[in-house]
């Protein structure tokens, strides 16, 4: 692509830099995916050796790298609209489309062969189809169609624990079912959240986000409703035996500091983005709490071992 | 195509080739140890 700060006739192509494929992994996007991948894989029932669960992780990464830059190579024309994704490689010209294309269909196949291989074909059959929804589903289908976009397509972010228990015993059971539960009704809350103050980069983007098409109060609504089907998806699995009371004190919790956030931003009536304080804590937190009750439920399954 | 841009040229060549030789030198030995593991534990398929 032409050399950064210069464009048009006289530019010349330059190769990308290699950093730009690591950021068209979307590397922090990934953290998440991992660390909700390892917990599956560590409450799963079984052995699996270091060195095959180290592989299984790795590619969950992939996988999820391979999504990220597919969805990257699809959307350089809305990411150049919006002020938070302006600089990523694609839009800002430091790489050509066919080399993200090629990048991200390498990865993919790459993760879920090397899945299929190191662990067993059903965690590489559900790594294939986590790729294939976000990429499909989400980004090309629903994102700029439905203001469903997201809770539809929060399946694409659920699947890791799923993949990491099924890498373990070879199929899936209650557990990491409510875990994909727990993920899925976490995204709308999550995302719209987010969409509440960068409400005017989707709009520019025509992004067809909640707040863009329904307006704030609404989405302030559906936030909240959605908090209390995720609150009930966080206490399934202590309420249905499958986790210990560990998991079920950080549950209970982390859930009534995510409603208190999510009332809050429910009863507010603030369409100022520099204003917007509430929502961006809660956006902050739901990060962080997902991080929580996963880490509990590894917990819990330690301390049920000793 | 001016010397800098030539210098740049070859700058990213040469950083992507080293981390390209970096990759695939971790990955045939991370693909090795997975044989190494699936054999000791009678998963070889």
Same mark, same amino acid.
Request: charged share 15%; aromatic share 12%.
């Given at each position: 692509m032409a050399l950064e700060g210069e464009t048009g006739p006289n530019a010349v192509?330059?190769?990308?830099?290699?950093?730009?494929?690591?950021?068209?992994?979307?590397?922090?996007v990934m953290t998440l995916v991992v660390f909700t991948g390892l917990c599956g894989l560590l409450v799963a029932p079984g052995h699996l050796?270091?060195?095959?669960?180290?592989? &299984?992780?790795?590619?969950?990464?992939?996988?999820?790298?391979?999504?990220?830059?597919?969805?990257?190579?699809?959307?350089?024309?809305?990411?150049?609209?919006m002020k938070r994704t302006a600089q990523r490689p694609l839009p800002a010209g430091r790489m050509d489309r066919q080399s993200?294309?090629?990048?991200?269909?390498g990865l993919a196949v790459f993760s879920v062969l090397l899945m299929g291989l190191a662990t067993n074909w059903f965690a590489a059959a559900i790594l294939a189809v986590s790729i294939l929804f976000y990429v499909f589903v989400y980004t090309i289908w629903l994102k700029p169609r439905t203001a469903q976009n997201i809770v539809i397509g929060g399946a694409a972010g659920a699947f890791p624990p799923l993949i990491g228990w099924a890498a373990v015993t070879g199929n899936v059971a209650p557990l990491?079912?409510?875990?994909? &539960?727990?993920?899925?009704?976490?995204?709308?809350?999550?995302?719209?959240?987010?969409?509440?103050?960068?409400?005017?980069?989707?709009?520019?983007?025509?992004?067809?986000?909640?707040?863009?098409?329904?307006?704030?109060?609404?989405?302030?609504?559906?936030?909240?409703?959605?908090?209390?089907?995720?609150?009930?998806?966080?206490?399934?699995?202590?309420?249905l035996s499958l986790t210990g009371l560990v998991y079920g004190l950080t549950?209970?919790?982390?859930?009534?500091?995510?409603? &208190?956030?999510?009332?809050?931003?429910?009863?507010?009536?603030?369409?100022?983005?520099?204003?917007?304080g509430p929502e961006k804590r809660l956006f902050k937190f739901s990060v962080l709490?997902?991080?929580?009750?996963?880490?509990?439920?590894?917990?819990?399954?330690w301390i049920k071992l000793i | 195509?001016?010397?800098?841009?030539?210098?740049?040229?070859?700058?990213?060549?040469?950083?992507?080739?080293?981390?390209?030789?970096?990759?695939?030198?971790?990955?045939?030995?991370?693909?090795?140890a997975v044989a190494l593991s699936k054999i000791a534990n009678g998963t070889m398929h």
């Open positions: 192509p330059m190769p990308a830099d290699w950093r730009d494929f690591i950021a068209l992994t979307k590397p922090r050796p270091f060195v095959l669960a180290f592989t &299984a992780i790795l590619c969950i990464a992939l996988g999820a790298g391979a999504a990220g830059a597919l969805n990257q190579w699809y959307e350089v024309d809305r990411d150049a609209r993200a294309l090629h990048f991200g269909v990491p079912i409510a875990l994909f &539960a727990l993920i899925f009704f976490w995204t709308p809350p999550h995302f719209w959240s987010l969409a509440l103050f960068v409400r005017t980069d989707y709009a520019n983007a025509g992004i067809p986000m909640l707040p863009v098409v329904a307006g704030e109060v609404p989405t302030r609504r559906q936030i909240l409703l959605y908090t209390a089907i995720m609150a009930v998806a966080a206490l399934a699995p202590v309420l549950a209970l919790v982390a859930t009534g500091v995510f409603a &208190a956030m999510a009332l809050q931003v429910a009863l507010r009536r603030e369409s100022d983005p520099a204003r917007m709490y997902l991080f929580l009750l996963f880490g509990a439920v590894v917990a819990d399954h | 195509m001016t010397p800098d841009q030539q210098r740049e040229i070859q700058k990213r060549q040469r950083s992507r080739s080293i981390v390209m030789a970096l990759v695939l030198g971790a990955l045939a030995v991370l693909i090795f």
